[in-house]
Structures are given as C-alpha cells and as structure tokens.
C-alpha cells in the first residue's frame, strides 16, 4: 500500500513558476514507475510526465520543455517543476504510482490532487 500526498499547487500568473511535491508513504517507493496527471473542468485526466522507476522520463507534448519531472528515492518523493505556464495548464494535478510486471498492471495510487490555476 502507497500513500500519496501532493502540495505546492496554488494561483500563479501566465509565465510564473512553480514546483509540485508529492510525497509517498509505504515500502519500495524505488521501484514504482511514477507520474503526474491533471484534469481540467469537463475534460478526461491526461498525463503530464513520467519517470520510470529507473529514472527515464517521458512528457507529453503540450509541456515538454516547460515541465520537468524528477525523483528522490530516499526521501520517496516525486516533484514536478512548471515553468513557463499558461493558462491552459489550470488543472487539478494528481500524483501516481504504479508497478508492473511483464506489462501486468499489478498496483496503482493515486493522490488526492492539488489544484493549479493559471491567471492570463
């Protein structure tokens, strides 16, 4: 079992910064294959970016180069780092985690989500 508990969102003008924190509870956060999503009003959660639990990270492409997703194993937190951000970025961003064997889905958690809003 994995808890997740994200921090750092908040109101931050177009072209400010900042830095989500997600914290996670439990054993063997090392060897999750960890990710930030965000769900905005009336639209499906997407992937922002993740990292694998060997440290390789993918982004989509509305935020690569902008947002960079990072890790610590030993203090089991996973951070993201916005910058450049545009309004279409305000979403609710949810922290998750996952393991998988062979391909299998065999965990996953989910946080219970930090708000960004963006002013133009």
């Known amino acids: 079992q994995v808890q997740l508990v994200e921090s750092g969102g908040g109101l931050v003008q177009a072209g400010g910064f900042l830095r989500l924190s997600c914290a996670a509870s439990g054993s063997a956060f090392s060897r999750y294959d960890m990710g930030w999503y965000r769900q905005a009003p009336e639209k499906q959660r997407e992937l922002v970016a993740a990292i694998s639990s060997g440290g390789t990270t993918n982004y989509s492409d509305s935020v690569k180069g902008r947002f960079t997703i990072s890790r610590d194993n030993g203090k089991n937190a996973l951070y993201l780092q916005m910058n450049s951000l545009k309004p279409e970025d305000t979403a609710v961003y949810y922290c998750?985690?996952?393991?998988?064997?062979?391909?299998?889905?065999?965990?996953?958690?989910w946080g219970q989500g930090t708000q960004v809003t963006v002013s133009s």
């Open positions: 998750h985690a996952e393991r998988r064997l062979f391909g299998d889905l065999l965990y996953e958690f």
